[in-house]
């Protein structure tokens, strides 16, 4: 079983005002954002008259060659990875989606998830509407453009589909002369605009922008829509309530070097850090991390508490997050090579391990056995966020509640499951405080169920 929340998926397009190797250019994008999903990649471009793509099932790196790039010519594009959350593991699920539409080709990437897919596939088949996936996206789409044949203007057929769809959703929708980039009104899930030159580009997080050498303009704002063609960046807003990026953005899926609706990613975990110092008060002969998204949160600790930080684990670089694989074996042995305990750092020290969360306790229990047999006298688990007692229905694809182990079990509980000499979570009004920053609201629904998309049966 693995013990962290599944990953959502990555975006990443680009608007070009000449000729430029503009697959490389997305594929140099997926790659930065290959930490988002790692289950399937896909590119589409446009020559200005026509779309044509390539997907398939794998890493950016083993989808693409260069062959590839070269025959994905096109002035425009955009780019997709992703680990599912709505449909399987299947090529027909990967994207970006591609349709021919009455008034022409679009194609879509989509990061997020909807709440409401079902009601809406039922009521497109109602009119015809066939599909090839069991995706939202794919909803999506054929909704623009069923709206598109209303109206010349993809904007405001965008427009409509977005008084109707209701989760969280960054997308970027692709046509042979524009590019539409537009983020739902709630801010759930993160889009940022950046430029290169006087090309246009948008990916789901900065680091991305960064890894072409594009400087960053600005998120997009939640529930904006802009389109950007041969005219320049037009950019309309619909309606916007209350804001409410996801808190995991900043606790663990985002790269340390991302900065996400103005909150510097790596400041945020150092934070988080210094906060579970501060509301903890415990000290140790030695702090630790579980690399990655630990390490930027110990050192915060290290900061606030004068404990001094070392590495208590080699991390193999060369397996990934370990629940990106979709098969629970290869899971399993993800997790049992990913990390090795450094004996001469831990042995016979008390230890503090700072991690970002616990979901199911199945990962973090063989974690703590691996630092007893090297040697630890104490290992005392300190987490940066709060307990995950809810499921998320906007993109991450949580277990099912009755296998989060902090929703039937107390903390003291849970310490003695996973063989610790003590456990403690940050604070909710610790981990808010932490994300204050970002100048949005922050979704905290996976840890006090206060969903801000109601979701049917769910109170």
Sequence with gaps: MHDKLNEECGVFG??????????????????????RGQESAGIAVSNGEQLNYYKDEGLVQEVFDPKLLNFLQGVHGIGHVRYSTTGGTTYENAQPVVINSAKGQMALAHNGN??????????????????????????????VAKNNLDTDDVTEAIKRTMSVIKGGYSILILTPDKLFAFRDPMGLRPLIMGKRDDSYVFASESCAIDSIQADIIRDVRPGEIICVDKNGIHSEQTEVTSTHICSFEYVYFARTDS?????????????????????????????????????????GYSQASGVPFNKGFYRNAYIGRTFISPKQDMRELGVNFKLSPIRQNVEGKSVIMIDDSIVRGTTITRIVKSLRRAGAKEVHVMITSPPVKYSCFYGIDTPDRSKLIAAHKPVE??????????????????????????????????FDGKYPVPIEGIK
């Design 114 to 143: 909807l709440v409401n897919t079902k009601e809406l596939m039922g009521e497109l088949e109602a009119h015809g509407a066939t599909f090839q996936s069991s995706t939202d996206s794919e909803t999506i789409l054929k909704l």
């Design 413 to 446: 509980d849970i310490g003695i499951e996973i063989g610790a000499d003590s456990l403690t979570y940050l604070s909710h009004e610790g981990l808010h405080a932490c994300l204050s920053g970002s100048g949005l609201g922050t979704c905290m629904a996976c």
């Design 14 to 35: 680009v608007y070009n005002t000449k000729s430029e190797d503009t697959s490389k250019l997305i594929y140099f994008g997926l790659f930065a954002l290959q930490h």
């Design 259 to 299: 900065v996400i609706d103005g909150l510097n990613v790596y400041q945020a975990r150092v934070n988080m850090g210094r906060k579970l110092f501060e509301e903890s008060g415990r000290k140790a002969d030695i702090i630790i991390d579980i690399p990655d998204s630990g390490t930027s949160a110990a050192l």
